[in-house]
């Protein structure tokens, strides 16, 4: 009987535990970084949103040969892309977890009918503990996102 039990292939009980420990530790370690990924990929949508809109805004003057004005909010981070000679909204967003940090631009943004922005700047904008600085560039009126 001793030889049956000697040829048997298994785990004893201090290696099982020391796998329990290494996978606990490992887990622990995921657990603790799932919310602060999941706030950066929410800041990097909202950001998304935001360029998209003002790219929007700039498309729009150019193929509607017409201003667009982009009025932001300093309160809160809201703002909408309003198209001048028809009053017409064509996009809004409002977002209570961000904030506005700073702003160089003269208010409101506008876009010329050559979808050119009539001024350059930028935005400090805050999503819980995510900085981003948004740049709209006066020549090109290239966006450009970066995470500060």
Same mark, same amino acid.
């Given at each position: 009987m001793n030889? *049956?039990?000697?040829q048997e292939k298994g785990f004893t009980l201090i290696e099982q535990l020391m796998i329990l420990l290494v996978l606990s530790i490992l #887990?622990?370690?995921i657990v603790g970084k799932v919310p602060s990924i999941l706030e950066s990929a929410e800041a990097k949508k909202q950001m998304n949103v935001i360029k998209?809109? *003002?790219q929007l805004a700039s498309y729009t003057a150019f193929i509607e040969k017409t201003g667009v004005d982009v009025h932001f909010?300093?309160?809160? #981070?809201?703002?909408q892309v309003i198209v001048k000679n028809k009053d017409?909204?064509?996009?809004?967003y409002q977002?209570?977890?961000g904030s506005i940090q700073q702003s160089t631009f003269q208010q409101p943004i506008h876009f010329n009918v050559n979808g050119n922005p009539s001024s350059g700047g930028s935005l400090i904008l805050q999503f819980g503990s995510q900085t981003y600085k948004l740049t709209v560039y006066l020549g090109s009126g290239r966006i450009h996102v970066q995470k500060q």
């Amino acid at each position: 009987m001793n030889k *049956l039990v000697s040829q048997e292939k298994g785990f004893t009980l201090i290696e099982q535990l020391m796998i329990l420990l290494v996978l606990s530790i490992l #887990l622990s370690i995921i657990v603790g970084k799932v919310p602060s990924i999941l706030e950066s990929a929410e800041a990097k949508k909202q950001m998304n949103v935001i360029k998209q809109d *003002l790219q929007l805004a700039s498309y729009t003057a150019f193929i509607e040969k017409t201003g667009v004005d982009v009025h932001f909010h300093q309160s809160n #981070l809201s703002y909408q892309v309003i198209v001048k000679n028809k009053d017409r909204v064509i996009a809004s967003y409002q977002n209570k977890n961000g904030s506005i940090q700073q702003s160089t631009f003269q208010q409101p943004i506008h876009f010329n009918v050559n979808g050119n922005p009539s001024s350059g700047g930028s935005l400090i904008l805050q999503f819980g503990s995510q900085t981003y600085k948004l740049t709209v560039y006066l020549g090109s009126g290239r966006i450009h996102v970066q995470k500060q």
